[in-house]
């Protein structure tokens, strides 16, 4: 993991001096500067090398609040903020901003250590975004020039996954997921007897899935590979299940019945 640059903003001067020395003794991270308020803080940023923010939020001018909402409209280039108060009372509103950490003083070297292991994540998190963005690109463009001189392929066919599993990036084809669930904020590929996280509600891979002729839409909660489906059980009430051929079974539910009914037979 690459050292991560630490700007630090208070207007506090004692205070701001003690976080310099604090950060400049953590391993794997650079102080890049510190600043007094808003208006200097916004020229080290907009340099684009400042990875993680200590950001008091009562200042004069612009406070850290309202400065964060601020870089927050450009998120992919944003650095990771950690708050810094002496009240409680601005808590609610830090996570609301998706603060990584809360910072209420007086705190300790150990508390600060904990918060910036905490943004360290939210970077490693953000790094691996990109990195699969840029794989899926290289991936795609490999494919593209490939299939130049081949009969074209369907979307289907094209479509992929990359999932990030102990520090590797795989690949995963559309057409090796037997069907997919929603988990919380995330989904779960379910491919035969191995499972995949991917980020992202159900509804974006509704959008994207379904419209190839390989996915349907079962359930609020599921879609399904309807080359992987073995049979069709009915139930009470007009209910189905979807018997896949790995042996699992995903209930159909009577809203999305004949949206899979008709696929099927189509």
């Known amino acids: 993991m690459r050292r991560l640059r630490v700007l630090v903003v208070e207007d506090e001067e ?4 003690r976080l310099v020395r604090l950060v400049a003794d953590q391993p794997g991270f650079d102080l890049l500067g510190s600043c007094g ?3 200097e803080a916004m020229a080290f940023i907009s340099s684009g090398d400042v990875d993680i923010l200590l950001l008091d939020i009562q200042m004069p001018g612009v406070n850290g609040m309202d400065f964060s909402a601020r870089l927050a409209e450009d998120a992919a280039s944003a650095p990771i903020v950690v708050f810094i108060t002496a009240f409680k009372r601005f808590a609610l509103d830090a996570f609301k901003v998706r603060a990584a950490d809360y910072l209420l003083k007086p705190f300790d070297r150990e508390r600060l250590e904990q918060a910036l292991q905490v943004a360290r994540e939210r970077v490693r998190a953000r790094d691996a975004i990109e990195l699969t963005e840029k794989i899926h690109a290289v991936v795609g463009e490999a494919e593209g020039a490939r299939t130049t001189a081949q009969e074209p392929k369907s ?4 479509g992929r996954f990359v999932v990030r599993e102990n520090g590797r990036f795989l690949i995963v084809r559309n057409e090796q997921v037997d069907w997919i669930e929603a988990d919380g904020r995330d989904c779960v590929l ?8 991917v980020d992202g509600p159900l509804a974006d891979l ?9 996915f349907v839409q079962v359930s609020r ?6 080359d992987s489906i073995a049979e069709l059980q009915e139930m009470f009430k007009g209910d189905l299940v979807a ?8 209930p159909v539910s009577r809203r999305f019945r004949t949206q899979v009914m008709d696929r099927i037979a189509s």
């Not at 909660?221 to 309807?226: E, R």
């Not at 896949?244 to 079974?249: A, H, L, N, T, V």
Request: one cysteine or more; proline letters at 0%; glycine letters at 4%.
């Open 206 to 214: 509704a959008t994207r899935l379904c419209a190839t002729e390989r």
């Open 14 to 17: 004692l205070a701001r001096e």
């Open 243 to 250: 018997v896949m051929k790995s042996g699992q079974e995903v």
């Open 221 to 226: 909660s599921s879609l399904v590979n309807i």
């Open 155 to 158: 979307s289907a066919d094209a």
């Open 190 to 197: 379910h491919c035969g007897s191995r499972d995949h996280r």
């Open 37 to 39: 308020n808003c208006d």
